[in-house]
Nanobody, 123 residues
Framework: QVKLVESGGGLVQPGGSLKLSCAVS????????MGWFRQAPGKEREFVAV????????DYSDSVKGRFTFSTDNAKNTLYLQMNNLKPEDTAKYYC????????????????WGQGTQVTVSS
């Protein structure tokens, strides 16, 4: 059984930082494409970042490039999303996801999802 569990969300002021974690069980993360997505109330789920062993480096959406960093700890089978210089528009529920089929930014590629962790950026 594949399970993804996010943690690390919370309330932060604009300009602040948070680090999200996603613990994965049932699959070895360095064998698959791993992604972060987010969804704000009333909006569609939005791609944030993706990484895979084959590609090597992470790709980011334009809205977070230069502020967010996607990393992995293969020994812990855990993903991380370091978020710096947070803005109110980053407020959303953040999800990690695993794809067994393809590399990309479309949520349709992803087979397994976590339950999400809420990030709220507000003064």
């Amino acid at each position: 059984q594949v399970k993804l569990v996010e943690s690390g969300g919370g309330l932060v002021q604009p300009g602040g930082s948070l680090k999200l974690s996603c613990a994965v069980s049932g699959r070895t993360i360095n064998a698959y494409t791993m992604g972060w997505f987010r969804q704000a109330p009333g909006k569609e789920r939005e791609f944030v970042a993706v990484i895979s062993r084959i590609v090597g480096s992470a790709d980011y959406s334009d809205s977070v490039k230069g502020r967010f960093t996607f990393s992995t700890d293969n020994a812990k089978n855990t993903l991380y999303l370091q978020m710096n210089n947070l803005k109110p528009e980053d407020t959303a529920k953040y999800y990690c996801a695993l794809s067994t089929r393809a590399y990309g930014s479309s949520s349709d590629f992803y087979d397994y999802w976590g339950q999400g962790t809420q990030v709220t950026v507000s003064s």
